[in-house]
């Protein structure tokens, strides 16, 4: 298992240096072209908002809903959408996986779950598979072949070994989702948020701080959907984490969820996760990309807060990143 990190790193590397003078390729022929289209995706002034719509009821279509139909505020002024892109466009979605602890004892039970969600999952939408220990393991690439990708779960083996939760997802950040796709991405991580770098765990733990991931996934364009898996009663019983360390854990998902704009899914036992997966598809298909160029101008580095409200659906309610720093002068 271990064996395919440096491959895929590598693979990932590769790419993203042919992309990269793919890019400068295409900001000159920008340069000479004038293409207002082109002009406005290349704006680094352009606030790009990845919008959440939640609420609508179970078992009802996802709601398709038009530009007209959300208000976007900057410290409380509307701001005028230059750029709209409706959910019906493809995601590149990780399912990482922990496989840590307890968690492998019931990898069974964890493999049904992942093919249900694979099942669950819309026809557009590429799927790559994880799991992690101390170090992620890639078991699938991004792909379209639902009957490959569930016979590459069944091939996912017992895992041993510490929990690296926030390298595994910083390496899935920086290395596995493609850096200029094309394609909006997302992670939907199940995880009881322990990492062994958390006080009272035993192991080393990540290289990776909790705040250097906070910062990753502030500056990444992916979503991040946490799934908390609730292990707390079965391994402060065995003394392998102490309360503290779960309630440390549950409030770095809360804020992972938060800085994304996503909901914190919850799973009582590993039984739940059909539900949830189910669940977090349907959010996963209600998720608008939005741009606008603020009024405000200045460059000074503060703070800016960002509401998304719908207009005519009391019905439902929107939910993305809580704000931005403005660029500074210098």
């Not at 850096?179 to 322990?194: N, P």
Request: proline share 5%; hydrophobic share 40%.
């Amino acid at each position: 298992m271990q064996t395919r990190i440096p491959f895929a790193s590598a693979f990932a590397r590769l790419r993203l240096c042919a992309r990269t003078f793919f890019f400068i390729i295409l900001l000159s022929a920008v340069a000479v072209s004038q293409d207002p289209v082109e002009t406005i995706r290349i704006d680094s002034d352009l606030v790009d908002l990845k919008v959440s719509v939640l609420g609508s009821p179970p078992n009802t279509p996802p709601p398709v809903l038009e530009q007209k139909d959300f208000l976007v505020l900057e410290d409380g002024v509307p701001q005028e959408i230059t750029f709209f892109q409706a959910a019906d466009t493809p995601f590149d979605l990780v399912l990482l996986l922990d496989l840590s602890g307890s968690n492998s004892k019931n990898l069974k039970m964890i493999r049904n779950s992942a093919k249900r969600f694979v099942d669950a999952a819309r026809d557009i939408d590429r799927i790559a598979l994880v799991a992690f220990t101390d170090q992620p393991a890639l078991y699938s690439s991004f792909s379209l072949d639902r009957k490959k990708l569930k016979k590459t779960i069944d091939e996912m083996d017992e895992a041993i070994g510490g929990t690296n939760f926030w390298d595994s997802m910083d390496w899935v950040l920086k290395d596995l989702i493609p850096q200029a796709s094309g394609r909006r991405s997302a992670v939907v991580v199940m995880t009881d948020g322990i990492d062994n770098a958390l006080p009272d765990i035993a192991g080393p733990g990540s290289r990776t701080t909790f705040e250097q991931l906070i910062e990753r996934i502030r500056n990444s364009e992916s979503l991040v959907f946490p799934i908390y898996l609730d292990t707390e009663e079965e391994n402060v019983k065995h003394n392998r984490a102490s309360r503290e360390a779960y309630v440390m854990a549950r409030e770095q998902l809360g804020q992972i969820a938060s800085v994304c704009g996503t909901p914190l899914y919850r799973a009582a036992r590993l039984s739940d996760l059909d539900a949830v997966y189910a669940q977090v598809v349907r959010d996963l298909s209600t998720v608008y990309s939005i741009g606008y160029s603020p009024t405000n101008k200045s460059l000074d580095g503060k703070w800016r807060s960002v509401e998304v409200r719908l207009t005519n659906r009391s019905d439902l309610f929107a939910r993305t990143k809580r704000g931005y720093y403005a660029k500074n002068r210098s």
